[in-house]
């Protein structure tokens, strides 16, 4: 099975309305930078947390650059992006939520 590049954990749908107010969590891995490692944590996390708050919580996740499949940095090099090329990544990745 191959690794995927985001993980995402939307509010349940029969709670949601009753909420106040949306909140975007969204986590960069460190290292190992698969978001698979961090699966059952950030599952974990958007369930405490909507349980425990009167608000929808979506959690997201995305791999590193370099560490996905159909990522723009994916095979460019051997060598795994720079910390320049990584926070550019995320930045992208963040604004596409």
């Not at 985001?6 to 969590?25: A, F, G, R, T, V």
């Not at 919580?57 to 992006?81: E, I, P, R």
Request: hydrophobic fraction near 30%.
């Amino acid at each position: 099975m191959e690794p995927r590049e985001h993980i995402y954990y939307s509010p349940s749908i029969e709670n949601s309305s009753d909420k106040e107010q949306d909140y975007l969590i969204f986590h960069i891995p460190g290292n190992p930078g698969l978001i698979d490692f961090y699966d059952p944590f950030l599952s974990i996390l958007q369930k405490s947390l909507s349980a425990s708050s009167n608000a929808n919580f979506h959690v997201y996740g995305h791999s590193l650059a370099g560490f996905g499949n159909n990522d723009k940095y994916s095979g460019v090099s051997t060598q795994l992006a720079g910390l320049g090329r990584q926070i550019e990544y995320v930045d992208d990745k963040l604004y596409d939520q």
